[in-house]
């Protein structure tokens, strides 16, 4: 079994195995492009902001992130088996999963994710400012 990022220990502890292997009929490879499409799914919110190659790092891999990853994983593979008929407890996981990655993609969120190396942009830094202006009047009378 060639997994990337998460094991499956790792991913045993999301799901029963008894469940993992009715989704993948008892065959560790199909758990590899799942796993890859996931890592590209995180990677597509957060890659703007922080520095994807550190984090996706086998050594310094995080647990919060690995729990991401194998939440998207899960809910992929059950679209490979029945894609109407999704537990509704992993279409939750995933959609909680997605909603945190833009909270913390955006910076002008509350929700920051301290534990994640930030993206170094060398000499390059700005501010984050936005402009405002008043409603629009509307004087139809």
Known sequence: ???????????????????????????DTLL???EADAMN???SYLSGR??????FNAQTKDVTIKRIIIDVLLYNLHTRVNPRNIPE????LRDD????????????SN??????????????????ISWNSRKKRDNSY
């Open 1 to 27: 079994m060639a997994l990337q990022l998460t094991t499956k220990d790792e991913i045993l502890t999301r799901i029963k195995i008894n469940d993992l292997d009715v989704i993948i009929q008892g065959d």
């Open 41 to 43: 799914e995180v990677s």
């Open 97 to 108: 999963a997605i909603s945190w990655l833009k909270l913390v993609a955006n910076t002008r």
């Open 50 to 55: 922080y520095d994807m190659e550190q984090i």
């Open 89 to 92: 407890k992993r279409i939750q």
């Open 32 to 34: 590899d492009e799942p």
């Open 111 to 128: 929700v920051t994710a301290d534990f994640l190396p930030k993206r170094q942009f060398q000499d390059k830094k700005g501010t984050d």
